[in-house]
């Protein structure tokens, strides 16, 4: 457990400021001098990446995007963004049902089916409710899994299965 929890805490360490270090699985003493714990919360909540100047955090899917986020780009690192996803932190990836499919982190439970079987739509962290202001139904979208954008609602289009999303509206 102890061993587990010690690799885990390393594995999401990444190397601050000097990527060039290397530390030994478990050797705590190396990753706290030279690697910094990049986990931060976003504006609205979600779970982040730290940039070295300790203050900006930056959203998911925004690591690796070739769009420098960070001040000095540590978001767009090359040798994290080498091989996607194998290196970078967990904390960074959600694993979808199927085996072959990994998305952002920030893209689980946010509407939007971005595993394409829903498996990023369905966890415990998602609720049995639709992100705010979204409206449940049954999309004729593939984007979307049980819930529409509040936008698509009376927007005159059918989103909706039942047509739920298109009656009732105001004239
Ligand atoms: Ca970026
Ligand atoms: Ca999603």
């Known amino acids: 457990m102890a ?7 390393c594995f999401n360490l990444i190397p601050f400021q000097n990527y060039g270090v290397h530390c030994a699985l ?13 986990i931060c919360k976003t504006a609205n909540n979600r779970t982040g990446f730290l ?16 769009v420098s986020n960070c001040y000095n780009s540590e978001d767009e690192n090359p040798q994290m963004c080498s091989n996607l996803p194998k290196n970078l932190p967990a904390f960074l990836i959600f694993q979808c049902a199927n085996p072959l499919v990994w998305i ?22 998602c609720g049995s409710s639709c992100p705010a202001g979204w409206w449940r139904c049954t999309p004729v979208f593939y984007q979307f899994c049980w ?16 047509w739920s999303d298109e009656i009732n509206c105001s004239p």
């Open 3 to 9: 061993n587990s929890q010690k690799r885990f805490d």
């Open 26 to 38: 478990g050797n705590l003493h190396c990753c706290r001098k030279y690697f910094v714990n990049r």
């Open 51 to 66: 940039c070295d100047d300790r203050a900006t955090c930056v959203l998911p899917s925004a690591v690796c995007n070739g």
């Open 104 to 125: 952002y982190s920030n893209q689980e439970c946010d509407g939007y089916n971005n595993c394409g079987d829903c498996s990023d739509e369905v966890g415990s962290l």
């Open 147 to 162: 819930c529409i954008p509040p936008t698509f609602r009376c927007d005159g289009v059918q989103h909706c299965n039942d």
